[in-house]
């Protein structure tokens, strides 16, 4: 079972940036496409970017030219770039596999407000 630890979480000014990191476990992480997700309180875990083994991104409108998901699969990392951030993209947000998710992490919480 691929394992997952989210880090880079934090307050954050609407308008502000963050970058979130993620670092799987397992030698297959090369492999899998992945996504980052979030849910917020009271709310559904919905996910917000995906990339493709070989580098092919996907994102919903609601995210969409203001956050960015990349990986490293030489360092076994994934990340979230987020900027212009806003209000609702408070939450808790989780990397996993995109399309089949895994067992979920601990995430790493989000919260935009002045």
């Known amino acids: 079972q691929v394992q997952f630890v989210e880090s880079g979480g934090g307050l954050v000014q609407p308008g502000g940036s963050l970058r979130l990191s993620c670092l799987p476990s397992?030698?297959?992480?090369?492999?899998?496409?992945m996504g980052w997700y979030r849910q917020a309180p009271g709310m559904q875990r919905e996910l917000v970017a995906g990339?493709?083994?070989?580098?092919?991104?996907n994102y919903p409108d609601s995210v969409k030219g203001r956050f960015t998901i990349s990986r490293d699969n030489a360092k076994n990392m994934v990340y979230l770039q987020m900027n212009n951030l806003k209000p609702e993209d408070t939450a808790v947000y989780y990397c996993?596999?995109?399309?089949?998710?895994?067992?979920w992490g601990q995430g790493t919480q989000v919260t935009v407000s002045s």
């Open positions: 996993n596999k995109w399309g089949t998710p895994g067992p």
């Open positions: 990339i493709t083994s070989n580098g092919l991104t």
């Open positions: 397992g030698s297959i992480f090369r492999l899998l496409a």
